[in-house]
């Protein structure tokens, strides 16, 4: 239950195949308030006034969405996830089989190839992006 003087923030993701296991964090001006995971909708208590809000999980961060709270209302965000282009997504396909064959060929550095395969992944594939629904 919300106090009158502040307002508060509803954030739904909507269940999608993306990453159906992770939670995403939610940040409020670069402080993580809370996560959600696939399919659910939070709420969150906030001060009235101006905001960043930002979405992130692993190596995806979105970009900064600048949002007004009022005492006593809700905004309502949703968080989506750009589908990425055919490129991109043939050239994630290529980058997890380079990893595949430089593990295979050098077993020592197989973590490191991979940790540094999943960066490449995380950028070629779409970034989560924040949409404001009516207030």
Known sequence: MQSNRLGSLLVSRPNQNFAKLRAYSVLLDDTRIGRIKNG????????????????????????P????????????????????SPLKYWSALVVLGLCAALSATLPPYSLL??????????????KPYIRVLER
């Open 40 to 63: 659910e909708t939070a709420e969150f208590s906030v001060e009235p006034g101006s905001h960043y809000v930002q979405y992130k999980m692993g190596f995806s961060k979105s970009k």
């Open 65 to 84: 969405l600048q949002i007004q709270v009022h005492q006593g209302e809700t905004a309502k965000l949703v968080i989506e996830k750009d589908a990425p």
């Open 113 to 126: 190839v991979w940790g540094i395969g999943a960066f490449v992944y995380s950028k070629l594939n779409g």
